[in-house]
DNA sequence: AAGTGGTCTAGACCACAAA
DNA sequence: TTGTGGTCTAGACCACTTG
């Protein structure tokens, strides 16, 4: 008989040694055996204790690092993660008027409830402006309905208290190619185009997905390559509908959610 | 003078050699050199190219996999990957009444669209159903506003054409627990609520984040750990508002998308 | 059977942070 | 200076897929 193969068990005996070592230390630290700020041993002993080399340990390690169940600080060591603190952005349907950047905003709001003191706002920052090119130009074209080689494209980074939250992308008709220089006096691109050019803008449409972080979102977010960072994409327009930017900004993941709430009736089923 | 640190050119001299190789495959990829299905040579015939031990030129290829830049199947090969094939998840704002189920239906149609053969529906499979514990059950404590050892718990996934879609977690009241008896004829757990029992159900929230796969979704997703999720999680009531169930999906962040449509009137500013 | 990726070892040296 | 994690080698054996 074949009685091997086709257990669910999750530390069965055909499975890796760097997988059950992670299992193991996942377990242990959602059962709060391991608690958060706790600082695992070293890698040599730890790779000791299971029996493994230590290239083996550190496998099981990383895993748990891309799970956001340890933080490993180089020349410091590998520490147990607390539970993320949510910055929630939350938008009620329908929509409630004159928000000046939800997001923006909602990071603002979430810094001044857990701080006494005062803190700063964010804060944007351009990381590159110039002419829009590869696949995500041809994207960008077609959410604007306008030629990509018309398009202009600004890479920013929303900064508070010096640590970089959100990665953002805009593209645009290179006729706002001036917005660039009015982000520094306004802050935020978005009240640039409203402030800085008199444009009240308003959104077509947003959209939620994930995508794991690459070499550039890493080092923009400071993160690992690879990270799972929440994408929230759309399209904002004119008073006369005419679309004016497509924006992708990138969240970390475990530390932003954006909350729809049906404040006024009830929407039937869903799951 | 020390002119060797702080360059961004991202294949400096002081960039480790993995990262290195996976930046110019990456690059290589986008543009378009290495073409959507193309297979990679060998590992080992790619670590003797790049003058690195198979370990090591392996470490690259898993980073961009973790990208979705290259698809790895083992027995067969490294291949490079299509850009996905997006499920937009579409609604409305203000919502339209009479959803059955948001999330299963914009599979099915998504199947439709690209498939002149007819396509099975979305089915819901049951993994596990029983008492709830954990800290996800202490945060649907609090959502639903219940003492969490009153709280039942399902797992359940999504299944299309064989192939497994999303994984589903819902809690709820303990007097709800018989659905997981009806969901097998009503095919989806929400119909099981609504046509089985009745009861019509409307959002009170939703939620969108990102998570790394941890091992268990992995496993129930057939992704590898830590791969990018999307998170939509939310509670849906009853007629008079009382909470019904907590549900929290996760979905492969790089081929789902939830697109809100603002249809009818223009939402002042955002970014 | 042949070819592919998956795991692992034992050891080395390097880069970084804190004392 | 010490201790931590970060990278890399050269080789071995295993597991899976396909013919």
């Not at 958060?36 to 099981?60: H, I, K, S, W, Y």
């Not at 900064?159 to 706002?176: C, E, K, L, P, T």
């Amino acid at each position: 008989m074949n009685e091997r193969r086709s257990e669910h068990v999750r530390t069965g005996n055909g499975t890796p040694a760097y997988r059950r070592i992670a299992t193991e230390l996942w377990d242990e630290i959602q059962a709060g055996q391991l608690a958060p700020g706790v600082r695992l041993p070293n890698e040599g002993d730890l790779a000791a204790r299971f029996g493994v080399t230590r290239l083996t340990l550190r496998q099981a390690v990383i895993e748990l690092q891309r799970l956001g169940a340890v933080e490993i600080r180089r020349g410091v060591g590998t520490f147990v993660m607390a539970p993320p603190d949510l910055v929630e952005i939350v938008a009620s349907v329908p929509p409630a008027r004159q928000e000046s950047d939800a997001t923006a905003d909602a990071f603002d709001e979430h810094a001044l409830r857990r701080s006494a003191r005062p803190v700063r706002a964010v804060d944007e920052l351009i990381l590159s402006s110039g002419t829009a090119t590869g696949p995500l130009a041809d994207e960008a074209s077609g959410h604007l309905g306008m030629p990509s080689d018309q398009l202009h494209r600004l890479d920013t980074v929303m900064v508070r208290d010096g640590r970089r939250w959100i990665a953002n992308s805009y593209w645009f008709h290179a006729r706002w190619a001036g917005v660039a220089d009015l982000v520094a006096e306004h802050s935020l691109v978005v009240r640039a185009f409203t402030d800085g050019y008199g444009l009240p803008l308003g959104y077509l449409w947003r959209a939620f997905s994930a995508i794991g972080a690459d070499f550039d979102d890493a080092e923009t977010l400071g993160v690992p390559t690879g990270t799972a960072l929440l994408v929230r994409d759309g399209v904002s327009a004119g008073v006369t509908g005419e679309p004016v930017f497509y924006v992708r900004r990138r969240l970390r993941g475990d530390e932003a959610k954006f909350v729809l709430r049906y404040d006024t009736e009830r929407v039937p089923v869903e799951g």
